[in-house]
């Protein structure tokens, strides 16, 4: 039997309010060459039942047996593809109909190791598209001839969005360099799996408009103390990575400009800060002290969030 050209992985757990969307947007691509992969992580909600309503054969349901987290999930989701690339989607998001389509045909057109594309922010809250963010998730790789060497755009890959779901991989590429998600880490994992993915990355080519929808929370419950000690975990897994390729300052800007934009986000907490503080040695980090300081990093994080 021929293998399928894609092989879309997501991971679910309790999910149920958007498990519909995600699944449906996935089985109405104008493309059908693919298998669909969906890891339920132990639900107890209503997801799992909503999984078996779904007769479609291009549909692979696994169950873990306890609650293992994303890492866990998308690896094993990973080792049962067969498809010659491999797609992670967030089960809480949707992907635009055409996007497989246009997928196909650029990696048919352009072999690569990875494909990136632009994505459209879904207010949540608002229930409504803000934008799409075609201009600001590829400014910094548009210039270049499709497909081109990573070697020539180090920089400008580090500077893309690091998260996976607008991105497509040549599976064989991440198997042959045991590329796979840090399972010790259920916060920040795609930007240890995005550096690790750069530490090997030979080939890149990108479509020019948008094809993913991803659903943005205005409020999510973080355990602060959790957040910052998976950041540690995480910027201690990436450091030999990012020096190796981009040199110490590079990587404390990297480091500091990440946490600078969490420390605004929760609130000025104070862990968050120490830890840049700690790993950037007190270069590049807001100062979280001062009523007007914080009222200009809150307009400043705003203003950014609309470019």
């Given at each position: 039997?021929?293998?399928?050209?894609?092989?879309?992985?997501?991971?679910?757990?309790?999910?149920?309010?958007?498990?519909?969307?995600?699944?449906?947007?996935?089985?109405?691509?104008?493309?059908?060459?693919?298998?669909?992969?969906?890891?339920?992580?132990?639900?107890?909600?209503?997801?799992?039942?909503?999984?078996?309503?779904?007769?479609?054969?291009?549909?692979?349901?696994?169950?873990?047996?306890?609650?293992?987290?994303?890492?866990?999930?998308?690896?094993?989701?990973?080792?049962?593809?067969?498809?010659?690339?491999?797609?992670?989607?967030?089960?809480?998001?949707?992907?635009?109909?055409?996007?497989?389509?246009?997928?196909?045909d650029e990696l048919n057109l352009n072999p690569s190791d990875m494909l990136v594309f632009p994505y459209h922010l879904y207010m949540e809250k608002k229930?409504?598209?803000?934008?799409?963010?075609?201009?600001?998730?590829?400014?910094?790789?548009?210039?270049?001839?499709?497909?081109?060497?990573?070697?020539?755009a180090l920089k400008e890959l580090f500077e893309l969005n690091y998260e996976v779901w607008?991105?497509?991989?040549?599976?064989?590429?991440?198997?042959?360099?045991?590329?796979?998600?840090?399972?010790?880490?259920?916060?920040?994992?795609?930007?240890?799996?995005?550096?690790?993915?750069?530490?090997?990355?030979?080939?890149?080519?990108?479509?020019?408009?948008?094809?993913?929808?991803?659903?943005?929370?205005?409020?999510?419950?973080?355990?602060?103390?959790?957040?910052?000690?998976?950041?540690?975990?995480?910027?201690?897994?990436?450091?030999?990575?990012?020096?190796?390729?981009?040199?110490?300052?590079?990587?404390?800007?990297?480091?500091?400009?990440?946490?600078?934009?969490?420390?605004?986000?929760?609130?000025?907490?104070?862990?968050?800060?120490?830890?840049?503080?700690?790993?950037?040695?007190?270069?590049?980090?807001?100062?979280?002290?001062?009523?007007?300081?914080?009222?200009?990093?809150?307009?400043?994080?705003?203003?950014?969030?609309?470019?």
């Amino acid at each position: 039997m021929k293998a399928p050209f894609f092989s879309i992985v997501t991971t679910v757990y309790n999910k149920e309010k958007y498990i519909k969307q995600c699944i449906s947007s996935v089985i109405n691509q104008t493309f059908g060459d693919f298998e669909f992969i969906i890891v339920d992580d132990c639900s107890t909600d209503n997801t799992l039942n909503i999984l078996k309503e779904y007769s479609d054969n291009r549909i692979k349901i696994f169950n873990t047996e306890k609650n293992s987290g994303v890492s866990f999930c998308r690896n094993y989701g990973l080792k049962n593809a067969a498809g010659e690339y491999v797609y992670f989607i967030d089960s809480d998001d949707y992907l635009e109909e055409t996007i497989l389509k246009r997928a196909h045909d650029e990696l048919n057109l352009n072999p690569s190791d990875m494909l990136v594309f632009p994505y459209h922010l879904y207010m949540e809250k608002k229930k409504r598209v803000k934008r799409d963010n075609s201009k600001r998730t590829l400014r910094s790789i548009a210039d270049f001839k499709k497909p081109f060497f990573a070697n020539e755009a180090l920089k400008e890959l580090f500077e893309l969005n690091y998260e996976v779901w607008n991105r497509i991989f040549k599976r064989e590429f991440l198997l042959s360099n045991s590329i796979f998600f840090k399972e010790d880490l259920t916060f920040s994992e795609d930007l240890v799996f995005y550096c690790d993915v750069l530490k090997y990355l030979k080939t890149v080519t990108y479509l020019n408009d948008a094809g993913y929808y991803y659903r943005f929370f205005k409020k999510k419950n973080f355990n602060k103390s959790l957040v910052a000690e998976q950041f540690e975990k995480a910027f201690n897994y990436i450091k030999d990575t990012v020096v190796e390729k981009m040199g110490e300052e590079y990587y404390i800007q990297k480091v500091s400009s990440i946490l600078n934009y969490w420390i605004i986000k929760l609130d000025y907490d104070r862990d968050l800060y120490d830890l840049a503080c700690r790993l950037c040695n007190n270069r590049g980090v807001i100062n979280i002290d001062g009523v007007i300081r914080k009222i200009f990093h809150k307009f400043y994080s705003k203003v950014k969030n609309l470019l």
